[in-house]
T-cell receptor
Framework: DGGITQSPKYLFRKEGQNVTLSCEQN?????MYWYRQDPGQGLRLIYY???????QKGDIAEGYSVSREKKESFPLTVTSAQKNPTAFYLC??????????????????FGPGTRLTVL | AQSVAQPEDQVNVAEGNPLTVKCTYS??????LFWYVQYPNRGLQFLLK??????LVKGSYGFEAEFNKSQTSFHLKKPSALVSDSALYFC???????????FGSGTRLLVRP
């Protein structure tokens, strides 16, 4: 099956601790994204990457870090600098928006999410 | 700046009745619009998109959406609601500069038996 996997499904973090959320896709997509979802606020973009070894900050990047060493993987680290990290985190992927043709307008495919709770 | 608005936090409808979930957008240039659905503790599932062409777009699970340029709207519709349609629905627009998706705040649909 092709798709996006996220692990773990649930994650608990102590104050002052860094944690890393995993996101893997086997869709051969160039672009990957991390969103944060809070009740009543929809999805907010944390970071995105349109190609390997390159990524850009989204709207709420403070307190987070990412890497994109492989096309299929885009891990997100929630650092101790993120003061309110309790949320539902969603990873997504899509063909490169500049790929041309119909793939330029392709939707994003989402993983099942990781729920992070600070203890 | 591109944006979408979902004016209703929740929509209630009886099973078998038609449903509408509203979305309005603000973009410069041609809008690329999407609808997603989210079930509890799950990721988002793509329903349909408008890129160009017919104003009535058909999607998954019997849903359709009507693009109205003059009213800058992209409302999601279904002729006959099912209890299993109860979920959180998001409208999104693609930013023409950064290619990011910008999401609305979501509308919770509750279909009662």
């Amino acid at each position: 099956d092709g798709g996006i996997t996220q692990s773990p499904k649930y994650l608990f973090r102590k104050e002052g601790q860094n944690v890393t959320l995993s996101c893997e896709q086997n869709l051969n997509h160039d672009a990957m994204y991390w969103y944060r979802q809070d009740p009543g606020q929809g999805l907010r973009l944390i970071y995105y990457s349109q190609i390997v070894n390159d990524f850009q900050k989204g709207d709420i990047a403070e307190g987070y870090s990412v890497s994109r060493e492989k096309k299929e993987s885009f891990p997100l680290t929630v650092t101790s600098a993120q003061k309110n990290p309790t949320a539902f985190y969603l990873c997504a992927s899509s063909p490169h928006p500049l790929a041309g043709g119909k793939s330029s307008y392709n939707e994003q495919f989402f993983g099942p999410g990781t729920r992070l709770t600070v203890l | 700046a591109q944006s979408v608005a979902q004016p209703e936090d929740q929509v209630n409808v009886a099973e078998g009745n038609p449903l509408t979930v509203k979305c309005t957008y603000s973009v410069s240039g041609n809008p690329y619009l999407f609808w997603y659905v989210q079930y509890p503790n799950r990721g988002l599932q793509f329903l349909l998109k408008y890129i160009t062409g017919d104003n009535l777009v058909k999607g998954s699970y019997g849903f359709e959406a009507e693009f109205n340029k003059s009213q800058t709207s992209f409302h999601l519709k279904k002729p006959s609601a099912l209890v299993s349609d109860s979920a959180l629905y998001f409208c999104a627009v693609r930013d023409i500069v950064s290619y990011k998706l910008i999401f609305g705040s979501g509308t919770r649909l509750l279909v009662r038996p």
